[in-house]
């Protein structure tokens, strides 16, 4: 009875037990385990980088195979360095935004206007207002804003070739501002100042919205790279819906959308 009894006792703590081997095999299982899910997040690490290193844009070529442009025959016209407008452009049907507070002091491309003044009266439907702070500039307007840059840094101490060199830093030369095209517009919900606009719920709506409108936020600090020009989130550019909407989608800026166009139909052109 005693030596059953003791069966009793031993049995259910023996199964609980494990074996030797069996703790070498969970040992090696865990650390494969381990080593395997280390490797899978080495593997994308790996592809992000490629991804972000590669400036000839992944996104570029993942976002045409998706949907092919061969269709679209036109693009937005890039302003910059490299392209600069000539002294006597000047777009046609250049119209003032009077309606809206600060309107009559701006004025923008007939097309773009209208698409603005429709995005205001959506903005307003949801109890938010916007400023249209500058629009349109000429080639001549361009020239004295840098002129006068220039005019105050020399006010502030810097020599008259440090100021040519700083003013270059902080205006478009004339010719090379995207303003003259007459479809972009600089906003805010003060004609006084962009400070702090990323806070605003002005701004967060654009975001959100702006695409469904046909207009893009120009210049970000994620595609200063491409652009050259520093993060503006208070610039809108009038791009036209269908390509706002795909470089939303896409997430592409200008230059990349631009790239991706021509990839796909080599006939396209500018708009001008």
Not at 181 to 204: C, K, N, P, R
Request: aromatic share 8%; glycine share 6%.
């Amino acid at each position: 009875m005693a030596g059953k009894g003791t069966g009793k006792y031993y049995a259910p703590v023996y199964r609980a037990k494990k074996s030797p081997m069996k703790l070498r095999r969970i040992k090696i299982i865990k650390r494969c385990a381990v080593i395997a899910a280390a490797v899978a997040v080495v593997a994308v690490s790996i592809a992000a980088f490629q991804i972000n290193k590669d400036d000839s844009s992944s996104f570029v070529k993942v976002a045409a195979s998706e949907q092919s442009l061969a269709g679209v025959s036109s693009y937005p016209r890039i302003v910059d360095h490299s392209s600069p407008l000539p002294e006597d452009y000047v777009p046609e049907n250049l119209v003032t935004l009077g309606t809206l507070p600060n309107g009559d002091n701006v004025t923008l491309r007939a097309d773009a206007a209208e698409a603005f003044l429709t995005m205001c009266s959506a903005m307003s439907e949801d109890g938010l207002g916007i400023v249209p702070v500058r629009g349109y500039v000429s080639y001549d307007e361009q020239r004295n804003v840098l002129s006068a840059a220039a005019d105050r840094l020399v006010a502030e101490g810097a020599s008259a070739e440090e100021a040519q060199k700083l003013a270059a830093d902080e205006v478009s030369a004339p010719g090379e501002d995207e303003a003259q095209l007459g479809t972009s517009i600089d906003v805010s919900v003060s004609a006084d100042s962009f400070d702090s606009f990323t806070l605003t719920e002005q701004y967060q709506w654009i975001c959100a919205n702006a695409r469904h409108y046909g207009f893009i936020i120009r210049y970000t600090s994620a595609n200063q790279k491409y652009t050259g020009v520093k993060d503006k989130p208070y610039h809108l550019r009038y791009v036209g819906k269908d390509a706002a909407e795909f470089m939303a989608s896409s997430n592409l800026c200008l230059e990349e959308y631009v790239r991706a166009v021509k990839a796909d139909n080599s006939k396209a052109k500018p708009e001008i």
